[in-house]
């Protein structure tokens, strides 16, 4: 994370996407020659010629009979909504959802969110063809395995170069989790992955816009779309990973391809994932850690005259910003993670409000928490004391935060979690029941009933 | 067209893609531990409890109703065919089959074929909204124009690199193209083209395979939908095509602004689209129009003692296969060409059949071809001299094949290509309707009149 290069960047690039953006939309219908249009109704006639002569390859019959799988409409459900789409744009949408919040799993290694586009592309797929929840559960395994291990192949090389891992990983992994669902054997398995391999996904710079969470959810749909033309018998490159103008290399100039082959099989990277207590980037989750400990020992807010926080100079390059004006510039703020953990003991999204986090009893809190920079401590830990205005001290340092692989949530605390997300939306009553069935979904004859319990009562 | 090289190229890569496909084909259900199989419930959950937790968010709403503006299923056609799909899928079969035959039009400066993604966008959705034949044309000329500009300011480095440039930039002329159809304001189009952003399609190991047409055709998908997405209120960063990280600084190391800025609205890209005559790689074209030429003199096969052909030495380099088995193969065969020129004076789809290959006359008749190298010729150019059985020789030299930009492709023979590959689907009758309606598309109140004529009668 303490890197921050990128192959040749350009930083005086002209604003081309705003210039495109206004010629596309402003310059005058037929503002130009007759020359031009006439190349225009050429380029037409020439494209619909192509078009109409290859109908009845086959590989149209293999596309249309993907798509028609897709049809009648409303086959798989929405999360947490009464909106039911095809399978495709389910995977889409949930994909979408899942990762809006930043609130979802990480595989530390490589940063890839690996259950977005995975169990997106898995869960909306089974829906639809009625798997049991054991072949669910197996696809998940198999999906993030293989998105994870082409992710630790190209990591960090491919991420410093611009692109969103989790979306341009997460495209092989869901189509792997949907392949397996629909039985492929090796062979349509590998075209599957081909297919998926010219799909790559995501780009860092939407950071902070929609298109973030668009990419595992585009990665979900792409994925399964990839495995349904592969069980119609469309074709791709048997090496369409690895090839030296295949997407492994295309998008990497690191592949470390032991990464994929090393104990297939036996080491699971889900076995690596992790699943964050605070909405927010994960370098400030120690210091939260240490004030929700402070809180946790008594000391309230009206208590403190100052807290003193040591941290690696990282945390402050990163998330620094002393005085956020809402909810989207508090997540880049170790200050706000405070006041988060101070007065609630916890940072979720209700803690990143606009009105909670311009409130003025937390503006004047943040305000009592003076940063200083200590590269003796380590980027995942935080020294925290608070000065108290009768005088006392109370120092804690966190060394793994709740949430690190050293210091995974527990069970009581992924409960607690969904109930957050959930209560609102669905009530505390289903919500426990939600939660009792994804624990059982191993053992699920199908997914109707999860389906059914996260979708809210009209 | 030259140029080789490819970034960083790994030819001992492992063949991952196989592997990878054994593993998810094969590895038995709940082949891992219990705490493996644990984590993978914790994992499900966790994404689950994110999902439902989003599930009111702005982003939710805007990708739900772009999916639902999909809805019902049969919306557009699949051109030659008398299926019906939503206009997403439309657009992708029909980006698909428009590529199948390698028959499309060529941006010689990139080697784009931009009707594809473009085209196939743009007609799906004029189907579907009822826009004007005008609006369709402009739309065209417009996708093709942002597709192509994109294009010029990445090439050459961004093709060697291994991406198939059509796919790649496609999308964002797609983007454009339905923007502009769906009549997006400037601020809503620059979404449009940022979403499109994060999703360039295509690597150039698929050629040879079905996922070769794949990348137009999920070019058009992808840029219709982004264009959906923006239509109801979906964000991107407004900087997504030039930023450091953004789209052309991760897929390209060279990036040549100017090439999207100048003479943009007075340049149009597709002043300089081409079109094929023949349905095989360009470099085999002048030795093909030759060997045609040779027919048309009244040169018969049967005369043929030998056929002397001096070319550049890429022409064999690329396409100097010289007993190849099969259409597919017959592709890249420089002697099976002039045997197409020599027999039938053209080189269709008919001509790349495996009958047509494999007959003992033409084997025959492609033994008489000796190809020589001379790199004093251009490589856009042949020498041909047929020397006849009864002594004559007649000699014929092509700078510019028909086709090129110097040597167009006349209306005559764009519309006897159009029949060639036409007449089989639709009948000649209806074929020369279709036609007529293309040529007045610019002029026509709707697309139905072409699209009816473009399915064939039950």
Chains 1, 2 share one sequence.
Not at 13 to 19: K, Y
Not at 28 to 50: M, Q
Not at 179 to 190: E, G, H, I, S, V
Not at 364 to 393: C, F, M, N, P, W
């Amino acid at each position: 994370m303490a890197r921050n290069t990128q192959v040749s960047a350009d930083h005086n690039a002209l604003p081309v996407t705003q210039i495109l953006a206004t010629f596309v939309a402003t310059h005058p219908s037929k503002g130009w020659s007759d020359a031009v249009d006439h190349e225009a109704h050429r380029t037409f006639i020439n494209w619909l010629g192509c078009a109409v002569g290859a109908a009845k390859h086959e590989a149209a019959d293999a596309a249309i009979a993907a798509a028609k799988m897709l049809q009648p409409a409303a086959q798989a459900s929405v999360l947490g909504r009464a909106d039911k789409l095809d399978m495709a744009n389910a995977a889409l949408v949930n994909g979408i959802t899942s990762h809006t919040f930043d609130f979802d799993d990480t595989h530390l290694k490589t940063i890839i969110h690996p259950a977005g586009p995975v169990a997106s592309a898995a869960l909306a797929l089974a829906e639809h063809l009625g798997n049991t929840g054991r072949e669910v559960i197996d696809a998940l395994v198999i999906g993030i395995d293989v998105a994870c291990r082409v992710g630790n192949a190209m990591y960090p090389d491919h991420y410093d170069r611009g692109w969103h891992i989790t979306g341009s990983t997460g495209t092989l992994g869901a189509a792997a989790a949907c392949a397996r669902l629909l039985k492929l054997d090796t062979a349509q398995t590998a075209m599957a992955l081909g297919i998926a391999a010219s799909q790559p996904i995501g780009m860092r710079e939407q950071f902070g816009t929609m298109t973030k969470p668009f990419h595992p959810g585009g990665a979900a749909r792409a994925g399964l779309m990839s495995a349904l033309l592969a069980k119609n018998g469309f074709t791709a490159s048997t090496k369409a990973l690895e090839a030296p103008r295949g997407m492994m290399q295309t998008i990497s100039t690191k592949n470390d391809w032991s990464e994929i082959t090393g104990e297939l099989g036996e080491r699971f990277e889900i076995s690596f994932n992790s699943y964050k207590p605070f909405a927010c980037g994960i370098v400030i989750h120690p210091s939260i850690d240490a004030c929700a400990q402070l809180r946790a020992q008594g000391v309230t807010p009206e208590q403190i005259e100052r807290i003193e926080l040591k941290v690696h100079s990282l945390v402050l390059e990163l998330t620094g910003k002393k005085e956020p004006q809402d909810g989207l510039q508090a997540k880049f703020s170790v200050y706000h993670g405070c006041v988060a953990g101070l007065t609630v003991g916890q940072a979720t999204e209700d803690e990143y409000h606009d009105a909670f986090v311009t409130h003025p009893d937390n503006v004047a809190l943040r305000r009592k928490v003076v940063a200083v920079v200590d590269d003796s401590i380590d980027e995942a830990s935080a020294d925290v004391t608070a000065i108290l205005t009768d005088g006392r001290r109370v120092h804690i340092f966190v060394e793994h935060a709740i949430g690190s692989l050293q210091n995974p949530m527990t069970t009581a605390l992924l409960e607690s979690k969904f109930h957050g997300l959930s209560d609102p939306i669905l009530g505390e009553t289903q919500t426990t029941a939600l939660i009792k069935a994804c624990w059982q979904v191993g053992n699920a004859a199908d997914v109707k009933n999860i389906i059914a319990l996260a979708t809210p009562k009209k």
